[in-house]
């Protein structure tokens, strides 16, 4: 199993203003992953981080809106860039763990984004 | 491309009433199937998963789920809930080689006394 701490856990921001929030992996691990829930809704992938490479992101996702930092295989950050009202959300990181065989996500506890 | 369908966005049960909350999925090749539980300002929990072998799969708080390939669902069900499993559930899928998570759009389970 992994443990996930983020931080922080939650904040109010002023619109034009940017938030990196930081996830951190009580083990080293290949793959992180940064979601978004916005109120009400599922979870949205918005990228993939693997250390030493670039963060690969998704459709309707753009490196100068959300830049992810991956430095080392226990540490990942996510920033909010430019916000505005429609970037509040809940921002999850997770990661994988296990084989092909044993496979699960674990997620990290959410930062709750509020945008005024 | 692949998706995830959970038709009932809320679902009310009294207290020790067996409940089932319905999971359908589309994907062109084979699958993993998730189901994650959310409570109330919490982040995500694995529930239970499909990778392979039975298709009936056990996991925490007393949930099972059944996948069913020829109907492509991965249904969740408990015999009897209790007040502490009023919180937001979702279902998930990855395929084989390519971790990432596909989630449906969740359901609301609300316990009733």
């Known amino acids: 199993s992994a443990v996930i701490s983020q931080k922080p856990s939650r904040d109010i921001c002023q619109r034009g203003t940017s938030l990196t929030i930081q996830c951190q992996v009580d083990s080293q691990v290949t793959m992180m992953f940064w979601y978004r829930q916005q109120p009400g809704q599922s979870l949205t992938l918005i990228a993939t981080a693997n250390q030493g490479s670039e963060a690969t992101y998704e459709s309707g996702f753009v490196i100068d809106k959300f830049p992810i930092s991956r430095p080392n295989l226990t540490f990942s950050t996510l920033t909010v860039s430019n916000m505005s009202p429609e970037d509040s959300s809940i921002y999850l990181c997770?990661?994988?763990?296990?084989?092909?065989?044993?496979?699960?996500?674990?997620f990290g506890p959410g930062t709750r984004l509020t945008v005024t | 491309a692949q998706s995830v369908t959970q038709l009932d966005s809320q679902v009310p049960v009294f207290e020790e009433a067996p409940v089932e909350l319905r999971c359908n999925y589309s994907?062109?090749?084979?699958?993993?199937l998730f189901w994650y539980v959310q409570y109330p300002n919490q982040g995500l929990q694995l529930l239970l998963k499909?990778?392979?072998?039975?298709?009936l799969v056990k996991g925490i708080n007393g949930f099972e789920a059944e996948f069913n390939k020829s109907q492509t669902s991965f249904h969740l069900r408990k015999p009897s809930v209790h007040i502490s499993d009023t919180a937001e559930y979702f279902c998930a899928l990855s395929n084989f080689g390519n971790e990432k998570l596909t989630f449906g759009t969740g359901t609301r389970l609300t316990i009733i006394p």
């Open positions: 997770s990661v994988e763990s296990g084989t092909e065989f044993s496979y699960e996500q674990y």
């Open positions: 499909y990778l392979s072998g039975s298709t």
């Open positions: 994907s062109s090749v084979s699958v993993y």
